[in-house]
């Protein structure tokens, strides 16, 4: 059984650098065929997907967040993150990390963290 | 930019038959966008109920079923339970994107 488990500061100030990190149990990040991702939720909104990465390092972003994003892989520890540049309290939201099985699936999620940007 | 819409909103009763929704503002889903499906309750993640269109997961009810319904992507469920009552959301994917749609709030009345 998979398992995803984020990490990271719950509070952010404004201008600053959110950064997260998910766990994976279960399984390997490296396996071939998956893409690890971020997907986030704003209060009582719908949810919008950040980006992703494979094992390898190839990524793509979400145009509307591709300046201010990095996601990378720490294969060594099955571990991938989140950093968001330059945040605004508009960037408050509670952040998931999911896996994507090839094209066409997004089977484990994990519990949610919430990131609050404020000073 | 691309938009994903589906119903705000839907009641449905105990026992009966429901069908949500997910448009493409590019035009018609087809298979290739691999339409997924997901509940969310209150004060919880999002759990995959549906894959590839119509594929199942291993902890998916027999209950849902997804299809492609006049061009749009849709999620049947049959025999609704009260505990069927969440937020739903249809996911799509654009050759590397990936768009969610806005949700539809499913009550069970």
């Known amino acids: 059984q998979v398992q995803l488990q984020e990490s990271g500061p719950g509070l952010v100030k404004p201008s600053q650098t959110l950064s997260l990190t998910c766990t994976v149990s279960g399984g390997s990040i490296s396996s071939g065929g998956y893409y690890w991702s971020w997907i986030r939720q704003h209060p009582g909104k719908g949810l919008e997907w950040i980006g992703y990465?494979?094992?390898?390092?190839?990524?793509y972003y979400n145009p509307s967040l591709k300046s201010r994003v990095t996601i990378s892989v720490d294969t060594s520890k099955n571990q991938f993150s989140l950093k968001l540049s330059s945040v605004t309290a508009a960037d408050t939201a509670v952040y998931y990390c999911?896996?994507?099985?090839?094209?066409?699936?997004?089977?484990?999620w994990g519990q949610g963290t919430l990131v609050t940007v404020s000073s | 930019q691309t938009v994903v819409t589906q119903e705000p909103s839907l009641t449905v009763s105990p026992g009966g038959t429901v069908t949500l929704t997910c448009a493409s503002s590019t035009g018609a889903v087809t298979s290739g966008y691999y339409p997924n499906w997901f509940q969310q309750k209150p004060g919880q993640a999002p759990r995959a109920l549906i894959y590839s269109t119509s594929n199942k997961h291993s902890w998916t009810p027999a209950r849902f079923s997804g299809s492609l319904l006049g061009g749009k992507a849709a999620l049947t469920l049959s025999g609704v339970q009260p505990e069927d009552e969440a937020e739903y959301y249809c996911?799509?994917?654009?050759?590397?994107?990936?768009?969610f749609g806005g949700g539809t709030k499913l009550t069970v009345l």
């Open positions: 990465i494979y094992y390898s390092g190839s990524t």
């Open positions: 996911l799509l994917y654009y050759g590397g994107a990936r768009v």
């Open positions: 999911a896996r994507v099985v090839g094209d066409d699936s997004v089977d484990y």
